[in-house]
């Protein structure tokens, strides 16, 4: 475990003179704050006893049956019973590596792939191999060729770890027909999925989209969270799992943490059933696309000859690529300097690949600020870009390892 090389520029990137397209942390302001708070409160007067008590491993059972209800909006239909609820969808991976991974056991991940996922990876010492995405997401191509090389090479693969729906940090959607093509790679060479879905529900234009556990309920495990769609404060999430692996995370529950907050599950549960949480959804993707549009228009208009930049249908994030030579780490100093913050593509890759890009988030600053942040960043790039044509200097590698930043980043 390696700690965070720009943490200590994120603690000047917080200043509010600083407007940071760094940080994932949803919009919690849009929330009926109000309500919430008098739900709570009732929550304590009426079933205290219970909420501020020990619960089960596995989780409210109440709960498990809605995040069933939430699920089947992606087209999943499961059994309560096969949910194990977890602190937020970050430790259900943290238990499922645990329970898969040996040291130098191989995790297959898109690349550039979620920071999280891959501090988890490295502490329980994964070998990431990243597999290429493209506008449509994972490559099944690259998938298969990937799968069959370590196999060649006697290496143990253990699981595809993918987020499939705008995904952290690309923000690209895997399209509907490479779906079917990665479970069947997937499936022939006996490889299981672990579909990570915090951001199904936040898309910008129609229905969700159907998840690959939809279609294959023995060999992808879903895991689900409240953190985007809801508050990331409650640290409610989930996963669904087949019964064995089921099993084997509610012991891996119950040794990391005895019992999650029954308080938390019974706050999430009362607002499913009280609130008009459906509503509240679509009101964070209106507010969501708008501040996509703005960063998209933003770039459009100011941001220098050689950069371009994905354009995601959902989610929170912007993957932008720099122009040749330009190397994001070494950037951010100076950008910070200029009042605004991103954080580095080498965040994302666990073999140091990845500086010539960077993650830029627009979720939680107003659409004022999202302008103001990208004209900044545009100055600061056509600044290194000149300097780079007159002085030639080459990007620095990057260095292999996981080096996350915090939860308000990731």
């Known amino acids: 475990m390696v700690a965070s090389e720009i943490r200590a520029l994120f603690a000047v990137a917080s200043r509010p003179e600083v407007v940071s397209l760094a940080g994932g942390m949803p919009y919690v302001t849009a929330l009926p704050l109000?309500?919430?708070?008098?739900?709570?409160?009732?929550?304590?007067?009426?079933?205290?006893?219970?909420?501020?008590?020990?619960?089960?491993?596995?989780?409210?059972?109440?709960?498990?049956?809605q995040m069933c209800e939430v699920m089947r909006l992606e087209g999943i239909e499961a059994d309560p019973s096969?949910?194990?609820?977890?602190?937020?969808?970050?430790?259900?991976?943290?238990?499922?590596?645990?329970?898969?991974?040996?040291?130098?056991?191989?995790?297959?991940?898109?690349?550039?792939?979620?920071?999280g996922a891959l501090g988890t990876f490295a502490a329980y010492q994964a070998d990431v191999v990243h597999v290429a995405m493209d506008d449509d997401?994972?490559?099944?191509?690259?998938?298969?060729?990937?799968?069959?090389?370590?196999a060649r090479q006697g290496r143990r693969i253990k699981f595809l770890y993918t987020v499939p729906n705008?995904?952290?940090?690309?923000?690209?959607?895997?399209?509907?027909?490479?779906?079917?093509?990665?479970?069947?790679?997937?499936?022939?060479?006996?490889?299981?999925?672990?579909?990570?879905?915090?951001?199904?529900?936040?898309?910008?234009?129609?229905?969700?989209?159907?998840?690959?556990?939809?279609?294959?309920?023995?060999?992808?495990?879903?895991?689900?969270?409240?953190?985007?769609?809801?508050?990331?404060?409650?640290?409610?999430?989930?996963?669904?799992?087949?019964?064995?692996?089921?099993?084997?995370?509610?012991?891996?529950?119950e040794s990391a943490v005895l019992s999650h907050s029954s308080f938390a599950q019974l706050a999430v549960g009362q607002y499913l059933a009280?609130?008009?949480?459906?509503?509240?959804?679509?009101?964070?993707?209106?507010?969501?696309?708008?501040?996509?549009?703005?960063?998209?228009?933003?770039?459009?208009?100011?941001?220098?000859?050689?950069?371009?930049?994905?354009?995601?249908?959902?989610?929170?994030?912007?993957?932008?690529?720099?122009p040749e030579g330009l190397d994001s780490k070494a950037i951010l100093p100076r950008a910070v300097a200029e009042r605004v913050a991103f954080v580095p593509g080498t965040g994302f890759y666990a073999d140091g690949q990845g500086a010539g890009h960077m993650r830029l988030s627009y979720c939680y600053p107003e659409p004022e600020r999202i302008r103001e942040g990208v004209r900044r960043l545009a100055g600061v790039i056509e600044q290194e870009?000149?300097?780079?044509?007159?002085?030639?200097?080459?990007t620095t590698p990057g260095r292999a390892g996981v080096h996350t930043p915090g939860p308000d980043l990731a």
Not at 95 to 113: C, N, Q, Y
Not at 179 to 187: A, G, M, Q
Not at 304 to 313: L, N
Not at 387 to 394: A, K, N, S, V
């Open 385 to 394: 870009t000149l300097l780079h044509e007159t002085f030639g200097t080459g």
């Open 82 to 115: 096969d949910v194990v609820v977890t602190v937020g969808s970050q430790q259900a991976l943290d238990l499922l590596t645990r329970i898969f991974i040996d040291p130098g056991d191989v995790v297959l991940a898109e690349g550039p792939s979620y920071v």
């Open 274 to 322: 009280t609130q008009p949480w459906r509503e509240q959804i679509k009101s964070f993707r209106e507010l969501y696309r708008e501040r996509r549009d703005t960063m998209l228009s933003a770039l459009e208009q100011l941001m220098p000859a050689g950069c371009s930049w994905t354009r995601p249908a959902g989610g929170f994030f912007v993957w932008m690529t720099l």
């Open 137 to 150: 997401g994972l490559n099944p191509a690259a998938l298969a060729e990937a799968i069959e090389t370590l």
């Open 166 to 253: 705008f995904q952290n940090p690309a923000g690209v959607t895997l399209s509907m027909a490479r779906r079917r093509e990665v479970l069947d790679v997937c499936h022939r060479a006996g490889v299981l999925v672990i579909e990570d879905n915090p951001y199904g529900l936040l898309g910008f234009d129609g229905d969700p989209l159907r998840a690959l556990r939809a279609d294959d309920a023995d060999g992808v495990i879903y895991l689900g969270s409240f953190s985007k769609t809801l508050a990331p404060g409650f640290r409610v999430g989930w996963a669904l799992a087949p019964h064995a692996v089921r099993d084997k995370l509610v012991l891996a529950m």
């Open 34 to 65: 109000d309500l919430i708070g008098e739900l709570i409160a009732d929550l304590v007067a009426r079933r205290g006893s219970t909420a501020l008590q020990y619960g089960s491993g596995q989780g409210d059972p109440h709960l498990r049956e």
